[in-house]
């Protein structure tokens, strides 16, 4: 069943390594049918090398393997927890990709520092709370992503605009209308955290300071640059 899913989110995770964005058996990718009854997801551990399309699992909304003979991903349940929160999330990637993961150690949302990231997050990636001893030992994956709903409620951010998130000490995930748009969300934060670490490190050195943070671009340049590619009047590509 879901042969053409199943083969599209093997190709999404086949791009995580393609874009460098996971070493060994670090990610996944996932996305769910249209009707949103079932969910295909990266087998758990499965090396990216000897991974084929028909490994794929297919799991219902309470995480039960409808298809498939192998494990899925240990983050299922944060996936469906995502899928249940965010109804406009059709796909959704994680990955421990360098910088974005560096910034979440280091307990750090990540700021909207210029255009670039503008143009895909419509200003700061949140950096969720610590899930208490409790949570992780009672449901971790379920709970992070509960946590990470509730850092969207409680700011108050639409999550199509600000399309991912940094998990205290864990790492990013991203999602989009499709894993295309999920795993390229996935790139542009990590290429936007190294970015931040650069823009930091050289607003430091200008002003021969130990701590100094660079200034957050504008609103109006946030505005610009999310809209022409977001919403009625985006006028950024092709029709």
Known sequence: MLEALKQEVFEANQKLVDFGLVILTWGNVSAITPDRQYVVIKPSGVDYANMT????????????????????SSDL???LELYRAFPQVNSVVHTHS????AMAQAERSLPCYGTTHADTFYGRVPCTRHLTKEEVEEAYEKNT?????????????????????????H???????NCKKAVENALILEETAHMALLTEQFAQQH???????APEAP???KDKHYYRKHGANAYYGQK
Not at 53 to 70: C, F, I, K, R, S
Not at 149 to 158: A, G, I, M, P, S
Not at 171 to 177: L, S, Y
Request: zero cysteines; proline letters at 6%.
């Open 77 to 79: 349940m944060t996936h």
């Open 53 to 72: 399309a028909d490994q794929m699992v297919v799991t219902d909304l309470q995480g039960n393997v409808v298809e498939g003979d192998l494990r899925p």
């Open 98 to 101: 360098r910088y974005a993961t």
């Open 207 to 213: 002003k021969q300071a130990k701590v100094y943070q």
């Open 171 to 177: 790492g990013p995930f991203t999602w989009g209308a």
């Open 145 to 169: 992503g509960i946590v990470i709903e509730e850092t969207f409620r409680v700011k108050k951010l639409d999550p199509m605009a600000v399309p991912g998130v940094l998990v205290r000490k």
């Open 219 to 221: 609103q109006y340049l």
